[in-house]
C-alpha cells in the first residue's frame, strides 16, 4: 500500500521560508513522476510544483513565479518542496501526491495516492 506523510508545515510571516518533505512508502519510488499541490478554503486544489521520476524535469504553477523549488532523493525515498518569499496568498493546505508514470503529470485527477496534507499560514 502506497503511503505519502508530508511534514513541514507552519506558521511563517510574509517573506519567510518553509521546506515541506514528504516520505513514501509501499512501491518504488524511483519509477514515478510527484507533485505537490494545495487547497485553500473556497478553492479548487492547484499543481504548485511537479518533478519527473529521476529529479531531471520540474514544472511549477504560474504563480510561483520562481519562489519554490521542487527537488526528489531517490534514495531516502523523499520529496521537497523549498518555499521562499511566502506571501499570504500562499496560505493553503499543501498534499504531496505521485502518479502512475515515470513524466511529469499535471491534472489532479492523474494523481493516484495523496498524503494528508499540511496547514502552511503565510500571515502578513
Known amino acids: 500500500q502506497v503511503q505519502l506523510v508530508e511534514s513541514g508545515g507552519g506558521l511563517v510571516q510574509a517573506g519567510g521560508s518553509l521546506r515541506l518533505s514528504c516520505a513514501a512508502s509501499g512501491r518504488t519510488f524511483s519509477r514515478y513522476s510527484m507533485g505537490w499541490f494545495r487547497q485553500a478554503p473556497g478553492k479548487e486544489r492547484e499543481l504548485v510544483a511537479a518533478?519527473?521520476?529521476?529529479?531531471?524535469?520540474?514544472r511549477y504553477g504560474e504563480f510561483v513565479k520562481g519562489r519554490f523549488t521542487i527537488s526528489r532523493d531517490n534514495a531516502k525515498n523523499t520529496v521537497y518542496l523549498q518555499m521562499n518569499s511566502l506571501k499570504p496568498e500562499d496560505t493553503a493546505v499543501y498534499y504531496c501526491?505521485?502518479?502512475?508514470?515515470?513524466?511529469?503529470?499535471?491534472?489532479?485527477?492523474?494523481?493516484?495516492?495523496w498524503g494528508q496534507g499540511t496547514q502552511v499560514t503565510v500571515s502578513s
Open positions: 501526491a505521485t502518479t502512475s508514470y515515470g513524466n511529469i503529470r499535471f491534472k489532479v485527477e492523474e494523481y493516484d495516492y
Open positions: 518533478i519527473n521520476y529521476s529529479g531531471g524535469f520540474t
